[in-house]
């Protein structure tokens, strides 16, 4: 994974949970980055959908922007424009979840998490401990 760092730092504004319309706490956010088009697309797909119901699961609000795989004519986008429409949600992430395998996209996804203040965390069980769920 060259060019991010998955070491968990200290975190000068961690976002609190907030109300929603009926005085419930929202789930903290959660943008799930990793390979699209790079390496095998069908296991790609797969591990950001386990780890999209596990982190739902655990009581998080997910983005996984793997899922755009499915949209018609989704792979005639060019690349940057998709880092464009990923990025502004990158930043309002309460975390970012790191998937294994190369992908520039994720690369520029996890620097710009880092350089937001947004903690980015290579597996779900140091997520999850971070934010004090039980694995």
């Not at 968990?8 to 109300?19: A, V």
């Amino acid at each position: 994974m060259a060019g991010s760092d998955c070491r968990p730092r200290p975190i000068s504004r961690w976002k609190t949970s907030l109300p929603d319309h009926r005085g419930n706490a929202l789930r903290r956010r959660v943008y799930i980055s990793g390979p699209i088009t790079k390496g095998d697309r069908q296991h790609n797909f797969e591990q950001a959908a386990d780890a999209h119901k596990a982190l739902m699961a655990a009581g998080f609000g997910v983005l996984n922007p793997m899922l755009t795989m499915r949209l018609p004519g989704a792979f005639e986008i060019p690349h940057d424009t998709w880092i464009a429409n990923d990025l502004p949600w990158v930043a309002v992430a309460d975390a970012v979840l790191r998937l294994p395998g190369e992908s520039r996209g994720a690369d520029i996804e996890c620097e710009h998490a880092l350089i937001h203040g947004v903690p980015v965390f290579c597996d779900l069980p140091s997520l999850l401990s971070r934010f004090q769920v039980p694995a």
